[in-house]
């Protein structure tokens, strides 16, 4: 089993980020896959922002309590104030979901790994939705009262 070296959380075989912190991760020595960064494309990225997933170079990571941020100053916020409250399994679903939370005065921002050149075609596709969590238990309920979350 192996563990993140930045933040020691078990990753699964074929991971190719931790999820936690944001890094990427290594085989050995090599990465297990390469990409640029976002905004510096002649950099490799070390690391995709833990909030958005864009790809960051060691020039314009920001760290926060160990995780990686891109250096949009809302991300740093939305990982203070904000929590996933789900990840659909589709940017059409988490669309959908936005505007369901957003009649009952919730608001959420969604965000998907397909927003970024460099990691468009990583077959990990991930979208998450988050909430304020003052608000999760209300946006939770809310979901399960629609129907519109059925698992777990
Ligand atoms: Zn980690
Ligand atoms: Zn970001
Ligand atoms: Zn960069």
Redesign the pocket.
């Given at each position: 089993m192996n563990i993140c070296k930045n933040c020691s959380t078990q990753i699964q075989a074929g991971q190719k980020f931790c999820y936690v912190c944001g890094v990427l991760l290594d085989a050995g020595e090599e990465k297990i896959f390469e990409i640029e960064?976002?905004?510096?494309p002649d950099?490799r990225?070390v690391g995709l922002c833990v909030i958005c997933g864009k790809p960051?170079?060691?020039?314009?990571?920001v760290k926060s309590a160990g995780k990686i941020l891109c250096s949009d100053p809302e991300h740093r916020i939305l990982l203070q104030e904000w929590c996933v409250l789900h990840q659909p399994d589709s940017e059409f679903e988490a669309e959908a979901l936005v505007r369901n939370l957003a009649d009952a005065g919730i608001k959420a921002k969604t965000f998907s790994l397909r927003d970024y050149i460099t990691t468009r075609w990583l077959d990990e596709n991930r979208v998450f939705l988050f909430v304020r969590k003052s608000e999760n238990e209300k946006a939770k309920a809310l979901l399960k009262e629609l129907n519109l979350v059925g698992k777990d």
């Open positions: 960064c976002e905004t510096h950099c990225a960051v170079c060691s020039d314009c990571e």
